[in-house]
Nanobody
Framework: QVQLVESGGGVVQAGGSLRLSCAAS????????MGWFRQAPGKEREFVAS????????YLPESVKGRFTVSRDNVKNTVYLQMNSLRPEDTAVYFC????????????????WGQGTQVTVSS
């Protein structure tokens, strides 16, 4: 069982930056593909980024590509989401998740989830 804990959320003005962290209890985090998702009130959970087990491959949707980057440090058992040029529409609870199978952008592919961290972007 992998326990994931997100941190780094907060309130930021439009155009600002935040860096989210996801710390894992699992010493062998490299076993898992990792993903970031977000969920705004009244909306479905939305894929934000994924990173392969080694960190050599990342995948981000067009909505955040060029503004967000995902990285990982398997020694520190931590995954990061650097968010730049934030917009009010980026406001949501952000979740990290771990997966051993399936499509990187599919919520159903992820077996383990953190509790989420709130990101609020003011205009």
């Amino acid at each position: 069982q992998v326990q994931l804990v997100e941190s780094g959320g907060g309130v930021v003005q439009a155009g600002g930056s935040l860096r989210l962290s996801c710390a894992a209890s699992e010493r062998t985090l490299s076993r898992y593909k990792m993903g970031w998702f977000r969920q705004a009130p009244g909306k479905e959970r939305e894929f934000v980024a994924s990173i392969s087990r080694s960190g050599g491959s990342t995948y981000l949707p067009e909505s955040v590509k060029g503004r967000f980057t995902v990285s990982r440090d398997n020694v520190k058992n931590t995954v990061y989401l650097q968010m730049n040029s934030l917009r009010p529409e980026d406001t949501a609870v952000y979740f990290c998740a771990a997966s051993t199978w399936g499509s990187a952008d599919n919520v159903a592919s992820y077996e383990y989830w953190g509790q989420g961290t709130q990101v609020t972007v003011s205009s």
